[in-house]
Every structure is written in C-alpha cells, then in structure tokens.
C-alpha cells in the first residue's frame, strides 16, 4: 500500500489569507481544496519534494479566488518527475 504523502502551504499562500481543508495526493495528481478570506490571484505552485526537502519537481494553475471564496483545484505532475521519490509536496505563489 503506497504511503500518503502530506500537502502543506508556504509561507507566500498563507500570508494571502488562504487556507487548506483537504488533499488528496494520488500517483501524478494532487487535489486541495482552498479556501480564501480576501480575493488572491496569481500562479499557485505545486512543488513535489524529496525526502532532503530539495525541489523535484512542479507544476502550476493559475488561481483567481474573489474574498470568501473556495475552490477544488488539481494539479498534475509530468510524467517526467520520480514519484516515488516525492515524500511531500508544497503549494506556493511564484515569487514576481
């Protein structure tokens, strides 16, 4: 049975005022489910990470939430990335 792997916010996401309430890692798909207190837009990144918590890998959605707002989002990784090496992953904004 494969192992969940944990989905946690950077700092960039919660200092916007967003908040998770669940994830779903499976294979190269990963679900969270955020929740914003003010409008956020921006080019959200999920980042997939090794057990050295170096950067393995990522992928990107644009996220345009207007103030009290919640959205499913999905990210997909390519098929490039070593998932079996990815032991978390980390939702941050692309530094502008």
Do not use: P
């Amino acid at each position: 049975m494969e192992e969940a792997k944990s989905v946690t916010l950077g700092t960039s996401v919660l200092e916007k005022g967003l908040s998770m309430t669940s994830s779903k890692a499976d294979k190269s798909k990963v679900e969270v489910y955020l929740i914003t207190t003010q409008s956020v837009e921006g080019e959200l990144l999920a980042k997939a990470l090794n057990v050295k918590g170096q950067e393995i890998g990522r992928t990107k959605q644009i996220l345009n939430l207007g103030k009290d707002d919640a959205k499913l989002i999905t990210f997909t990784f390519d098929a490039s990335v070593n998932l079996d090496a990815v032991t978390r992953y980390m939702l941050d904004f692309r530094k502008k």
